[in-house]
């Protein structure tokens, strides 16, 4: 193994919840030459059952960055303290909260509905409160249409990255995907990283790689701190920067 390759999941490896038989048959060479075949998702290993029946991975950064599974071994891990989630519940905040496994709320509320139709998610599944503090929260969804930078500033201690017009990802300070992909380093200090992404929370892991790849759906700020920019996901995007860019397939 010389290489690591890392692909972001909603607007790099799939879109609308497709994922381009090029796409497939690409990861597949890939493992085939002997790299290490990964994502690097916002999403918790629960909400990629359909995905990972069409691929396969050796592992994944999974939760922005708190999460790192290689191998079925975890290298990396950064959960949410408890007190830290019922502060933010007290000041009405809607909220989803990913496990290693799960999507949790714990209210009714239409905006959990619509963020899901934005990332062709299944809605985050209804708990009670008691459930939900016994599990570790590695990252929590914030929603909503409102949501102003002084509420955001009252928790130093997270991070707030926007990924669309009514939905922030929520980590710990520091934690990111290039975090995730620190420890990586740490496992296989000889490996050549590759990473592929589309959104604002891929920038430090696009920065951060050695070789950096964008989708065409990118904001201009993800594609300006990479090194190739290529085709949208549905137009054999990973194909394509994997064969004439990288020269890897």
């Not at 690097?40 to 050796?58: E, H, N, P, V």
């Not at 509905?113 to 299944?122: A, I, K, T």
């Amino acid at each position: 193994m010389n290489r690591i390759y890392l692909f972001d999941v909603d607007g790099t490896l799939s879109k609308n919840g497709i994922i381009p038989t090029s796409a497939i048959h690409a990861l597949e060479a890939l493992k085939r030459q002997g790299n290490l075949v990964m994502l690097a998702t916002g999403r918790c290993l629960g909400q990629m059952k359909d995905i990972l029946s069409l691929i396969q991975i050796d592992g994944a950064i999974l939760n922005n960055g708190a999460l790192v599974i290689v191998k079925n071994k975890v290298l990396f891990s950064s959960s949410i303290s408890n007190q830290t989630i019922l502060d933010m519940l007290s000041n009405k905040m809607h909220l989803a909260f990913l496990t290693k496994d799960e999507y949790l709320r714990i209210e009714e509320h239409e905006i959990f509905q619509e963020f899901v139709q934005h990332f062709n998610l299944s809605c985050p599944k209804l708990v009670d409160g008691k459930y939900l503090l016994s599990q570790n929260v590695y990252s929590i969804g914030l929603y909503g249409k409102n949501i102003e930078e002084a509420d955001l500033k009252k928790y130093p201690e997270l991070r707030f990255v926007q990924v669309c017009p009514i939905g922030y990802d929520v980590m710990n300070q520091g934690i990111h995907k290039a975090s995730g992909m620190n420890a990586l380093r740490k496992e296989y200090p000889m490996a050549e990283i590759i990473a592929f992404g589309d959104n604002y929370n891929d920038i430090e892991l696009l920065k951060e790689a050695d070789i950096s790849v964008a989708m065409a759906n990118a904001p201009m700020e993800v594609k300006n701190c990479s090194d190739y920019v290529t085709l949208d996901p549905l137009e054999d995007g990973i194909y394509f920067a994997l064969k004439e860019y990288l020269k890897s397939i």
